[in-house]
């Protein structure tokens, strides 16, 4: 079984084949993307030269989104981001970024956390499906980031799961009317 605690190392070969070395097989940007929303850290490494390519292919998979419309960044973030290359803002990006996405990771949790305490909500009917789909929607607007690795992984069944607990709220709260 993989150590899920070291970061999954892909060599890039001369062909530009990407080479997953846990599984001996070769990989597509969507399933490094899929491993990353999973929760795993990649490395990217060229065979020949041994360089880091991480940074390259993660921009790749984010520009490749976009262009689907999967727009996570508002042209806006973009542009301050290309106009933080030619300034003496660069040094202070990298970290006000990284220390904005812990902060986003922590308050999703806390949420997460703070909804399946006890509480005078936790026993009112329909609870557990709300929970359900307020976890569904955090990690719909996260990529993943919150709650990776748990419940379904396809767009659809996603759907189908809130849809059926929509469903099943309603039937309880059908219940309480009557």
């Known amino acids: 079984m993989a150590d899920t605690n070291k970061p999954l190392l892909i060599k890039r070969y001369a062909s530009r084949?990407?080479?997953?070395?846990?599984?001996?097989?070769?990989?597509?940007?969507?399933?490094?993307?899929?491993?990353?929303?999973?929760?795993?850290?990649?490395?990217?490494?060229?065979?020949?030269?041994?360089?880091?390519?991480?940074?390259?292919?993660?921009?790749?998979?984010?520009?490749?989104?976009?262009?689907?419309?999967?727009?996570?960044?508002?042209?806006?973030?973009?542009?301050?981001?290309?106009?933080?290359?030619?300034?003496?803002?660069?040094s202070v990006v990298p970290q006000f970024l990284q220390a904005s996405f812990e902060m986003l990771r922590d308050g999703q949790s806390k949420a997460m956390e703070n909804m399946t305490k006890a509480s005078p909500m936790t026993a009112m009917p329909g609870f557990?499906?709300?929970?359900?789909?307020?976890?569904?929607?955090?990690?719909?607007?996260?990529?993943?980031?919150v709650g990776a690795g748990t419940g379904p992984t396809k767009e659809g069944d996603e759907?189908?799961?809130?849809?059926?607990?929509?469903?099943e709220l309603q039937a309880k709260l059908a219940k309480l009317n009557k």
């Open 17 to 90: 084949r990407l080479y997953n070395t846990e599984t001996s097989d070769y990989v597509t940007l969507e399933d490094i993307a899929l491993f990353i929303r999973e929760g795993r850290e990649v490395q990217i490494v060229d065979l020949k030269s041994g360089d880091d390519l991480t940074r390259q292919y993660l921009l790749q998979i984010i520009a490749e989104h976009e262009s689907r419309g999967e727009s996570v960044l508002p042209v806006d973030v973009l542009t301050d981001l290309v106009r933080s290359y030619t300034t003496q803002a660069a």
């Open 159 to 167: 759907l189908t799961e809130i849809k059926t607990q929509l469903a």
């Open 128 to 145: 557990d499906a709300m929970r359900a789909q307020q976890a569904a929607f955090f990690k719909a607007m996260t990529g993943g980031l």
